[in-house]
């Protein structure tokens, strides 16, 4: 299973540095996957992010993930290097029906990827929501964290709105054909992990 990972600069140093939170690591563990990191130096910029990227390819086609995790953390537009491994990782999981979940930033990148808008929120750092359940066979949790600053304008197109929060904001999405779910909350900052969303992922992802 491949995880896409964030970006941090390491301005003493001088340094951008690939991070990935260990208790995310430990939640996808938990759940009986292997986590394999993404390199996102593997895109050349070349002055701009564009579609072919040979190295970046070449990467995916020798692991052959079995599922992707689009990771938190970072602004879409903040990284195009790490928005250009996402693009990529998007069209081959389209392209091989391959289960994907988006977390938070992950589910942005889904909306945008898919031809959505987000738009600026408030009230969502630092507290929690209730969970309202619209669609999806399997139990959501009944509340959730939040630590976002942007979220969906509409419901990205070919997708379906499984769950919303209090203010009416769309909290998780779905998709009907592929075995795609995107989530605004972080299940890995959990204590204890939340039942829901092991069970979720160990279906969406056919462990």
């Not at 563990?29 to 072919?52: C, K, M, R, W, Y």
């Not at 309202?132 to 070919?158: K, M, R, T």
């Not at 997708?159 to 999405?173: K, T």
């Not at 959990?190 to 056919?206: A, C, I, N």
Request: charged share 20%; hydrophobic share 40%.
């Amino acid at each position: 299973m491949v995880v896409t990972q964030r970006v941090d600069r390491v301005d003493a140093t001088g340094e951008m540095r690939d991070a990935l939170d260990q208790q995310l690591t430990r939640w996808l563990s938990a759940a009986g996957t292997i986590p394999v990191p993404v390199p996102n130096s593997l895109v050349a910029l070349d002055g701009g992010a564009h579609e072919d990227q040979p190295a970046l390819s070449a990467w995916i086609e020798r692991v052959r993930p079995q599922a992707i995790v689009l990771s938190g953390g970072n602004n879409i537009g903040e990284c195009p290097e790490r928005d250009t491994t996402e693009r990529s990782l998007l069209t081959w999981a389209a392209a091989h029906r391959v289960p994907l979940l988006g977390i938070c930033r992950g589910l942005q990148m889904i909306a945008v990827w898919s031809g959505g808008r987000l738009t600026r929120v408030a009230n969502h750092v630092r507290v929690r929501h209730r969970l309202i359940a619209v669609s999806g066979a399997e139990a959501w949790p009944s509340e959730v964290n939040s630590f976002h600053n942007w979220g969906l304008a509409e419901c990205p197109p070919a997708f379906e709105v499984a769950a919303r929060v209090e203010d009416d904001g769309i909290e998780a999405i779905l998709h009907p054909e592929l075995p795609w779910e995107g989530w605004m909350w972080h299940p890995e900052r959990e204590t204890p992990f939340s039942p829901q969303d092991m069970h979720r992922l160990e279906v969406l992802f056919g462990r």
